[in-house]
């Protein structure tokens, strides 16, 4: 197998640490996003998305990070991060979908317009927009915070493919004008889940840096 990464992209940490936590070790691909290695025409003919990741086992290729992670699992024989039973994995499938259709939607959105495009010279953020993630995340940081009450893992007691999913923005909490404070629970989760050790071992020195750069930008 191999795995297209772009090292400071959170869904493609997503991935590496569902690929730590199963003791896989396919081929890993490091793509430069500012060289425009995304929109290569060789690229595009594994990924007309231009995106990461992507999987290419054999013939099959696979994008998306969480239909990649749910992929790996099954591919090395089944694991807890998303086990056989089909209402357990139709809840951990919810809640992958939820934070890439509303959490991680807006709280990524909100991320790029305040950080990204001024600190790549893409222009000013756009204000409505910032205001309309800022309301999104505080409406679905709600649902989280209800959720997460007596808990340490979204789905069960073990941590699931949820779970990395749903951590993949975290760090840059303290680098938006979002408030956090009012949300101890999902602040608790966070800062357990980013500690797991394939998490931790996701984090690539060189991309570590650049995001910190990022964040304090």
């Known amino acids: 197998m191999k795995l297209y990464i772009v090292p400071t992209s959170p869904n493609s940490r997503k991935v590496l640490a569902v690929v730590h936590h199963l003791g896989l070790q396919p081929e890993i691909a490091n793509l430069d996003f500012a060289s425009g290695d995304l929109v290569q025409p060789r690229y595009l003919a594994l990924n007309p998305n231009g995106m990461v990741p992507l999987l290419v086992d054999g013939a099959f290729r696979l994008w ?16 807890t991060l998303f086990p056989r039973d089909p209402q357990v994995r139709a809840d951990i499938a919810r809640w992958q979908f939820w934070e890439q259709a509303h959490f991680n939607k807006a709280f990524g959105t909100l991320i790029f317009e305040s ?15 910032v205001e309309f993630c800022l309301r999104e995340i505080g409406r679905f940081a709600n649902v989280l915070e209800a959720h997460l009450q007596g808990r340490a893992t979204l789905v069960g007691n073990d941590i699931s493919l ?17 408030d956090w404070s009012p949300f101890p629970n999902i602040n608790r989760y966070f800062d357990s889940i980013r500690e797991t050790e394939a998490w931790v071992k996701a984090a690539w020195p060189q991309a570590a840096a650049a995001e910190r750069a990022l964040a304090q930008a």
Not at 66 to 79: E, K, M, P
Not at 162 to 178: G, I
């Open 162 to 178: 949820a779970d990395y999913a749903m951590v993949c923005l975290e760090k840059y909490r303290d680098a938006t004008s979002f």
């Open 115 to 129: 950080l990204v495009k001024p600190k790549l010279g893409m222009g000013e953020a756009s204000a409505g927009l």
């Open 64 to 79: 998306e990070s969480n239909a990649i992670n749910q992929y790996l699992v099954d591919r090395s024989g089944g694991s």
